[in-house]
């Protein structure tokens, strides 16, 4: 069924773009998605939460899990008052989850930012596309993000330890940036990065929102455990497996 639909979509592509030469552009795009290569990367775009995100190989692929952490986190801003208020999208890949919420919540002031020059591109074109005025920083982790400034925080960095990226699916390893899923320590360099260097940017009374890998949150639990961070919590994803951590300051 869903192969049926990648080769319909697969076909329509080729109609749009070589409407001369549908044929052979479809046959191509078909003997990649054989050979094992994503559909979203074959097809060059998803939707994800009212957006269209155009992809290539610079960036993750988004899963459907951030959707959920993306709905999640917007329920809990807009419970709260979010006007002018920003949020930052770190490590943001193709920028899914900020313009996300840009979309969700317009007032808010959204900045992407990506250790990537190639990811910056992407993110830019999809703010552009999607006619999303946001602010996009190219640096690493937080070097260039100012003191005190984010309310908000969306947070899905790499997150893979070196064991599980050996056991990922092939088309995973072989089509998707190394960059953008392995971390060191077990998967866990990212949080505890974040840990020691968040405080310096948050505002009083900001909330984040995390997705990490399904058997790390009881380690996100250790790692957040000063009394600087309030209300740390393991929320699940649909299959039930650990796959978010939220967490406030005063
Ligand atoms: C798991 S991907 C997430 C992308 C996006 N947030 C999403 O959910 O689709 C992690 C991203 O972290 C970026 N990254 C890796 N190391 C970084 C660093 N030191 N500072 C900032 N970004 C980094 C990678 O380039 C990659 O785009």
Redesign the pocket.
Known sequence: MSRNRDLRDLRLKAEQLFPGNTEDAYLSYKGRLEKGEPIAYILENIEFFGNTIHLNRD??I?RME?EILLEMACKEIKHRSFENKALL??????G??GLGAKRECPELLVTL????SD?IKVATKNSEVNNLDVQIIQ???LEKIEDQSVDFLLF???YISKKEYESLECAVQYFE?K???LAPEKGLFFYRKAQEELPRVLKSGAQLFF?IGYQQGAALIKIFSSTFWKNTRVLKDWSGLDRFFFLEIQ
């Open positions: 960036v993750l988004p951030s999208d770190l490590c943001c890949g193709s899914a989850l930012s990506d250790i990537s990811a640096g690493d982790f899905n960095p790499p940036p960059q953008a899923l997705e």
